[in-house]
């Protein structure tokens, strides 16, 4: 009885490690920024180049951080959420232009719309690699002293903006009223 | 016939062209400094590309990867050593970029896992062992199975020699 339950074992302790294993997104790294202050920046706005933005400007508010760039097709998909959640006046949304060009971003929001305050132009990716961005887009959540609270690498969902980002931007605000 | 002979070469060109154009067109100019290349090319190598996951840093073409491999050349320019590059890569990016973790406790399971795993592995065979050594019992010879082995024996090497 016995040499037939230990293959049935192993057998069953492997499809538990596969089903975990293969459930896992592997694009989904860790990010070591989670509680970390946001890397500090100034770039040239998107819309008013002579105009500059940084990350130090939106001390004291709970926002959102989106990173996303005209050649990336995800963030065609993440953006009427965007829109919506913009729209929804919950927290200010700030884009971070990733490699782009500047007409092209600025065709793209144009057509289909800006749900940005306003936008950071990062045309060389250098901010990109301090805030360890590999594939847009990315969103990080930042508090009001300045630290990254969350992010979703990827595109948001209807989902992960309910249950990660609105309740922690209730509880930061909370937060900082209490302060 | 004799048409067809010049054509197979002129099919494997047409074929091969695609690529070469391919290839050359994906080169960019890096530095003159082959020392530095060198070095960093050795660096990379142990650096994974976050876009294409399974390549590392130094193969990869993807834009992500040239652009940190721009920002390893400038800060090896600016003289920062190889573990400061490393740090500073692991701040952003996580122990992921490192093709070979360094030992923290979050990866003593990683690192010591499959010795954990083989000296299991071994305790349980030594016990399988030392169980069928017990299960079979050694019983010495009767004077009648002494005699019949020999008798056997006897007879082998008899026909051994014949």
């Known amino acids: ?179 | 016939m004799k048409r067809v002979r010049w054509l197979l070469p002129l099919l494997l060109v047409g074929l091969v062209a695609p690529f070469a154009v391919a290839q050359v067109k994906r080169q960019r100019p890096v530095t003159d400094d082959p020392a530095l290349e060198q070095r960093l090319h050795k660096l990379s190598q142990n650096l994974r590309c976050l876009v294409c996951q399974n390549e590392t840093l130094a193969d990869s073409q993807a834009d992500l990867a040239e652009d940190l491999r721009d920002e390893i050349r400038e800060q090896m320019k600016a003289g920062k050593s190889d573990q400061e590059i490393i740090s500073f890569l692991t701040a952003r990016y996580g122990q992921f970029i490192l093709y070979k973790p360094q030992v923290t406790p979050t990866t003593y399971l990683l690192w010591f896992g499959p010795f954990v795993l083989l000296l299991a592995g071994l305790a349980v065979l030594f016990h399988y062992i030392k169980q069928r050594r017990d299960l079979i019992p050694e019983k010495p010879l009767t004077a009648d199975e002494r005699r019949r082995a020999e008798e056997m024996l006897r007879a082998d090497s008899r026909k051994e020699t014949a």
């Not at chain 1, 016995?2 to 089903?19: E, S």
């Not at chain 1, 060009?101 to 132009?121: I, Q, S, T």
């Not at chain 1, 969350?150 to 509880?171: A, E, H, N, R, S």
């Open chain 1, 1 to 179: 009885m016995l040499r037939y339950l230990i293959p049935l074992g192993i057998f069953l302790v492997m499809v538990v490690f596969l089903a975990i294993g293969l459930g896992r997104d592997p694009r989904e790294v860790p990010s070591p920024l989670i509680n970390k202050a946001a890397p500090t920046f100034r770039l040239p706005q998107l819309q008013e180049p002579s105009k500059t933005f940084s990350a130090e400007d939106m001390r004291g508010k709970v926002w959102v951080l989106n990173v996303w760039a005209s050649w990336c097709v995800s963030c065609r998909d993440e953006h009427p959420l965007l829109m919506e959640y913009a729209k929804s006046g919950a927290v200010p949304i700030y884009g971070l232009n990733w490699k782009d060009k500047r007409d092209d971003a600025l065709a793209w929001l144009a057509e289909f719309g800006n749900p940005y305050v306003l936008n950071a132009a990062d045309l060389d990716g250098r901010v990109a690699i301090d805030y360890g961005v590999y594939g847009a887009p990315e969103t990080y959540l930042i508090d009001q002293s300045g630290v990254i609270r969350f992010k979703q690498i990827g595109p948001l969902t209807p989902d992960v903006w309910q249950q990660k980002f609105l309740p922690l931007v209730q509880q930061l605000n909370r937060e900082g009223a209490g302060r």
